[in-house]
């Protein structure tokens, strides 16, 4: 049954939930290709999260490897294929609980990097799972920085192999996943040295456990790197080297060989290696950080429906916490952020595919600009999308903080993606370099990549808008934010020609800016959103009330970025305090407008119960009931108090008779 | 050995580390008896908190039962009582890793709400753990809002008993700690019903489970509530009552009675036992909000002083990342904040013991000045600190993402902070009120408490500041406080009269302004905190460099603030846009000024390495080591791999033919 308190939310949508959904998919065809797998692995007992909660992490890794060999049999069953059009939706519905997906990046790896030879020889038996590959490129004591990686390989000619070493412990990898527990092969980076001279980072295929039995193999010191905030289900291991010998053949050699005499030869381009690095960026937003915002979305509105909190009205019964404007303004942003970068991501992928196009013809004309791209909007859409998380965690209360609420997963996982694949601050470093970059080009009357002419165009200096409903045109925001951005870009560019003509040196002078730079390239980042966003409001249809609904939650969007930084705006008069309260006014109507619409606005991300996995969350709404079962069965309560027999029956032994 | 890196952090501070030390324990007497304790508790393995990461909630929850059945005896040797000056310290020690901590607020509120009779009955039973108790206040469908509880107590004279029943599931007891698996009594709430008529909710002492076998008594349903994002140690439960009857005399009756024949006697005023419920917010600063922030620095401070990533300076070594300026943005403002919530609090402490002696007086004349004083800043301090707490996470990189950190526990932890003893929204909303009266009425020439005089002053509309040195003058920035605090409060309160005027009823219109008032709440208790911070340092001494240091931590807090929040400053014009320039500037400068100190300045928390229990915060800083060494104890490595004989072995079985 469902709980009346949320089916009345449903009763009068301004829109066709189905239509939404089936514009978020790109079809009605993908809606029903990914209601199809879903169902056919929900349905599949092997792959429940049910007891997911309650595991510990030997378990959880044990139930990874478990569903990803059962996963083998399931895509041969369905006729499913790795490159086919339901690979994406497989992944999704597992919600990444599986191992070997390190191993994927192995075989990605040498197909990229390898020789034919080398492809031929690895990727039938890795495709086929019968060998376990992982990819081991950050060390202890080394990250981002490639060059500083201190892994060695010294080629021996006399033997045809290379010598991998750990030469200190800051040089162990760690991190690498399936390579705790699982891996027998890695593909390893390290540094090249032909007859004493360092060639730099290459990538070596390494043995570490026998086939046989598992052992690690000679040299190889081999392990889990314990538990972590999140990821229990994978074997993030650690790996030492000492005089590791691997056989000439296994440097991977598709851009440069070791001849047998020691000639080092360099072959080719890499230039379309490093964009598919880029991609990758971009390629994890919409399972690793949009989904985790729309099921932190979708759980704590549903909740925020049910749940009853204190008198709004006298004499009325309490009220959906949903109807208290505070709950509204922690929530209602988080919603219309989610479609936000629901359509820039829509937007980035369009772009890489174009992009992918022209690189095949050889023209790399694009790289630095899809590199600014795909480095900034993954740490702004991580950024963003965490915090909200965390902010729909926070709105739930003491239930947001059980782990049954579904919550607390959500938010330990979408941390890392802040982390991994570059760290945020680092990415928007790099974006800022290429806006300061063709900043000055622009500013010199040299031509620059499109996403950035908005830099060399003049502006008004300040916001035409004149009452409160001006600040629901998007002309009017969109150009506010173009303006910030450019005001941030070209003062932080300043600010750098400054230190440099005053004598500071370069790198300096750009340490000197970088909390600056960072804003800069947030804001530029932001206005592309905020732009993609009204440009595709425009172009939806305009029937089933879809239009409508996605420009307020566009409108919502650019004036809660405007309302929580408004000190950007305000700073050189371009918005005054007088239109600042419009814009707050304007924004606070928005939030009881979509108010109305925000439980049919997250039934269209169409979660099943099963993919939230959450109490508080189901379609249903019976929040309570479902807590209560599910604490059930939770090992504090299945399994025998440990501290009864020797701690606490001595204690109350003898109070009987005293009381 | 002592990493050479963190060595040379230490060499030349500005000023005598242990002098502060001195400083933030209230005296030289006080830092030796911390220590003594520490010492004490430290070395009894029984109180080890080494494997705490690894541990399922069934071992932690064992492990803090035996810590507080040891702590007993510990006490007993060593001569500590529960109100002697050593406890605070002792609890410090434990890092709240303890059982039995809602057993103490058991014993708490029948010393203050139970009459004579009941006091002499309960608490040497309970004092000598010879009962456990708990405290059933939540439920289900029930936190801050006491009215709504729906547990029902109904009188009835013919057995002279009460009958307690949860009447719906929404109205079940739900996270009381130590009730899920070791109470056996507990301290319900429940609204008395007499004759039919309902008198609101009333505390009642009921037995849940057997002395003798520790099996649940009739009527009763409890258990455990499940995992949660921390306290796996704690036991919080959940209790169903049907028809359990309890004598009379169980009603807690210092405040009102039910005599024999259900006549309802209500004596005495309960207006002291509201100060000390409001008394609690405060308290829990110190060591559930201000360690974990400080112990976060610590670790992320030490940290950041050994790792090194990428060039700053092209041919030197790789840089310690303290020494870029986004590390220090993201770590510096979080130390500033502990020192300036520090100081607060020994603000807080000293208002509410100067309030206690005059309510002891029967003067309660300040109860509604305190109560905004412990909402405001429980919910400022509490936000803060866990914003803080994550920043330190994040600014570690993959490292702080491991348990073995110490910062995702910590993490975790201080999160609860924000939502138990009063949801932080909630908190403000009430502090919000206050100020909203305070301003109505200073606006009509009456008088109000001291710490609101400010809103009726006349202010300047300019600041004044001239340059950037100018905003290290605490005149200057603490003047811009206030007049953003003034401003958020009248322009609301100017909001909510408009509303009203216009015909917006009284309560909806407040709903409409909420998100403002909370806005307002912020910048009051922000304001003055860089007061009371400006006004420490002003007093501290001079020599040993001390004031000198706090006099730039303090410029810092302030100017982050200012530069955080710019739009707040900016709004009216108070603060140019020129003027926040110099307020950047003047920021960063900073940075770079304390930067020098940064390692001195988390040594003076003075944390000893196994209460940080962090592999990348110990005074040697020795990191890379020490995460190796405790990986390999996790149960990942000291297990049998669990998916070898099943899962992996068949997959690899004929591979080794093929390579």
């Known amino acids: 049954s469902v709980n009346p308190d949320i089916a009345s939310e449903r009763q009068t949508p301004s829109f066709s939930v189905e239509k939404l959904t089936a514009r978020l998919d790109g079809g009605v065809e993908q809606t029903r290709m990914r209601r199809a797998v879903v169902e056919a692995i929900e349905s599949d007992p092997e792959f429940s999260r049910e007891s997911q909660y309650f595991q510990s992490q030997n378990e959880r890794y044990e139930a990874a490897v478990r569903k990803a060999v059962h996963l083998q049999k399931k895509m041969h069953e369905m006729g499913w294929t790795e490159n086919g059009p339901e690979y994406k939706y497989i992944y999704r519905a597992l919600s990444g609980d599986v191992a070997f997906l390190l191993h994927r990046i192995f075989v990605r790896s040498i197909s990229m990097l390898g020789s034919d030879e080398q492809i031929a020889k690895w990727i039938p038996l890795a495709s086929q799972y019968q060998l376990i590959g992982s990819y081991a490129q950050t060390e202890l004591g080394h990250g981002t920085y490639l060059q500083g990686l201190e892994t060695t390989a010294v080629f021996d000619s006399s033997t045809q192999e290379f010598i991998l070493n750990t030469p200190k412990i800051s040089a162990m990898k760690w991190w690498p996943g399936d390579m705790g527990r699982s891996a027998t092969h ?114 704590a509105i549903r909740y925020s429906v049910v749940r009853r909190q204190s008198k709004l009205k006298p004499g009325e019964q309490e009220a959906k916490i949903l109807d208290y404007q505070t709950q509204q303004e922690k929530l209602l942003p988080q919603l219309a952020a989610a479609y936000a970068f629901h359509f820039i991501n829509d937007y980035l992928q369009e772009l890489f595919n174009r992009a992918y196009r022209e690189i095949q013809r050889k023209n790399f004309d694009t790289l630095p600009e899809l590199h600014a791209f795909s480095s900034g909007f993954k740490a702004l859409v991580t950024q963003h999308c965490t915090s909200g998380v965390e902010i729909c965690l926070r709105a739930c209360g003491g239930h947001g903080y059980s782990l049954l609420s579904g919550l607390p997963s959500l938010y330990t996982k979408i941390l890392a993606s802040c982390i991994y694949e570059g760290e945020n601050t680092i990415l928007l470093l790099q974006t800022a370099r290429f806006l300061i970059k063709c900043f000055m080009a622009a500013s010199a009357g040299q031509p620059v990549p499109p996403s950035v002419t908005y830099l060399a165009a003049v502006k008004p200096s300040k916001c035409p808008a004149k009452n409160k409903l001006d600040f629901l045109s998007p002309d009017i925001y969109t150009e506010a934010y173009q303006h910030s951005a450019v005001r941030l870009i070209s003062s932080t560019a300043a600010k750098l020609q400054d230190l440099v003509q005053s004598g500071v040196k370069k790198y300096d002078a750009w340490n000197r800016c970088t909390v600056q730079l960072v804003q800069a390239a947030k804001a530029h980042c932001h206005y592309i959103t905020v732009k993609n966003f009204a440009e595709t409001v425009e172009r939806l249809e305009t029937k089933a009330g879809i239009q409508k609904i996605m420009k307020h939650l566009c409108d919502l969007f650019a004036l809660h970025g405007i309302f929580s930084n408004a000190g950007v705006f305000l700073h050189d008069g371009y918005i005054s305090g007088a239109q600042m309260d419009m814009v707050t006014a304007s924004y606070l109507d928005l939030l009881a407008v979509i108010r109305k619409d925000a439980v049919p606005l997250v039934d269209a991300f169409d979660f099943t119960d099963k993919s939230l996995n959450s109490a508080l969350g189901s379609y249903d709404g019976q929040v309570y009931q479902r807590l209560y079962e599910w604490a059930q069965k939770s090992p504090t309560n299945t399994q025998m108090n440990p501290a009864y027999e020797r701690y606490l029956k001595p204690l109350l032994h003898n109070t009987l008779s005293k009381l």
Do not use: W
């Open 186 to 299: 890695t593909v390893a980076f390290a540094q090249l040295y032909i007859h004493g001279k360092c060639y730099g980072i290459h990538p070596f295929i390494v043995q570490i456990r026998s086939l046989q039995d598992h052992s690690l193999c000679p040299g190889i010191t081999a392990g889990d790197i314990g538990p972590k905030m999140n990821f229990e289900h994978a074997d993030n291991g650690y790996l030492m080297l000492q005089n590791v010998r691997i056989p000439r053949e296994n440097m991977l050699s598709k851009f440069c060989e070791v001849q047998p005499d020691g000639t080092y030869v360099r072959r080719g381009s890499q230039k379309i290696n490093y964009f598919t690095m880029t991609t990758v960026r971009i390629s994890l937003l919409s399972d690793e950080v949009l989904a985790p915002l729309m099921k932190a979305c979708t759980i």
